[in-house]
């Protein structure tokens, strides 16, 4: 293991659940020896990745991710293409609603935007920056269907072990044939009770991965709404593509 692959092990370790950890910790959970630790921790602090908590001997995240996490916000190409083509999306929906932008993060899928239509509405699970199951929503099922065959193949034992009821592998890439075909996907109740996820493909050409942009919808809105809600997504994500960089 190089030292790239323990500072990236031990920047996974740290969650909301577990948001501190001594160098003790850090070595037991990832068979690392207390000197090695040590010094994978203060490179860590060193770059502002980390920080030590006074009088204690913890870890915790440092103010270095946030100044990350501005750049991306302000950097990325399909970031800044999207905050302004799904703020007009949030605006239209005729539902209370809140906007996604996933795409596909190792071996799962990830939040990386969302927008909520003003007024009272529930939450979602799709949370920026909170990695979701493969196998469940739409956005999710939607980057799955873009995925070439052998891509998807190498994530079907990582979809079969979260543990679906009554989970068919068949019948799954049959539901990810059909999105291809449809160009959406809509689910209903699969992640959050009581919400419809609506989803369309965004494609990335620059890079090697799959996204999508979906809706979640709260009441209950009938199939003249969902109708209504899929054209608007649909024509925000060629929005979307249509400002993303050629090349």
Known sequence: M????????????????????????????????????YRQLGALVKSGL?????RSSAYVLGPAIIELDRNIRLSDPLLTAATSAMRWLAEQAPVPCTILLCRLYRDRVMCIAQEEKRGEIGAVSYERGRPMPLSRGAPSRTILAQLPPRRLATLMPTIEAENV???????FRRQLRDIRK???????GEVDKGVVGIAVPL???????????????????????????RALLVATAETIKASLPAA
């Open 2 to 37: 190089n030292r790239g692959d323990r500072l990236h092990l031990i920047l996974r370790l740290f969650s909301p659940e577990r948001p501190q950890w001594t160098a003790e910790e850090t070595a037991a959970a990832l068979g690392f020896s207390r000197s090695t630790a």
């Open 50 to 54: 980390l920080e030590t908590l006074e």
């Open 165 to 171: 009821p009554g989970f068919d592998s068949e019948s």
């Open 182 to 188: 449809h160009g959406y996907c809509i689910t209903r």
């Open 203 to 229: 494609a990335m050409p620059r890079r090697a991965a799959a996204a999508s942009l979906g809706i979640a919808c709260f009441g209950a809105p009938d199939e003249a709404t969902l109708a209504r809600v």
